[in-house]
């Protein structure tokens, strides 16, 4: 449960030529805008692990739905089924294999569960993360490291294809590096109100934190 959880809670240094002054500005300016287009968000995802030595450990995969503002769903479907779901208060984390149910209160904080930032309020950006960038021809890199020392992770880099998130590279603090590929995304599709909300499977363990 750990590996999904820390998407979520730590939703990856790329080698990148910091840049600063104007162009700074520029890269923050257009992240702000990619990511002010988003009202939804759903694809598939690919999870891998790296270590200090950056080879490739174990895969996850599964199925990622966003919505402004601060709703999200992950559910994993290899190698165990996982889900992480909110409805912009409350909080679930399910896993099949220990037969249980943690909710809790969201926690709205950037520094701690990056992955809003594709539901939250682009305004708050600035104010969490220094911003640089580059251009390959892979596509757009944005390097967004925290302003303050109160964060789960060193960095992360969001990667854009024509505007639409292509994939997510956090650094954490032990320098262990998680990439997550995204596929099949849509964006400003169509998703069920329901699909926000978490119902505990019968026979599973439920332990209410809010």
């Known amino acids: 449960m750990r590996h999904l959880t820390r998407f979520a809670f730590s939703f990856s240094l790329l080698v990148t030529l910091p840049l600063y002054g104007d162009e700074a500005i520029v890269y923050s300016e ?39 503002p601060n709703h999200f769903r992950l559910d994993t479907a290899a190698p165990s089924l996982q889900s992480l779901v909110s409805d912009g208060v409350n909080f679930w984390s399910y896993d099949e294999d220990l037969e249980q149910v943690i909710i809790s209160k969201l926690n709205e904080n950037l520094n701690q569960v990056p992955i809003l930032l594709f539901s939250a309020d682009v305004g708050r ?4 993360y220094h911003i640089s960038g580059y251009e390959d021809e892979e596509g757009e890199h944005f390097l967004l490291q925290p302003v303050t020392d109160a964060s789960l992770f060193r960095s992360l880099t969001l990667e854009f294809k024509g505007g639409v998130p292509a994939s997510i590279k956090v650094r954490a603090a032990n320098g262990q ?13 169509q998703i069920p109100a329901g699909k926000f909300s978490f119902t505990a499977p019968e026979h599973v363990d439920v332990i209410d934190d809010r």
């Open 30 to 68: 257009l992240l702000s805008g990619y990511l002010s287009n988003i009202s939804t968000l759903s694809g598939s995802f690919e999870q891998h692990s790296m270590e200090h030595s950056e080879q490739h450990s174990a895969v996850y995969s599964g199925a990622l739905w966003l919505a402004k």
């Open 125 to 128: 950006i600035e104010d969490t």
């Open 177 to 189: 590096a998680t990439i997550y590929n995204l596929n099949q995304v849509v964006i400003n599709g």
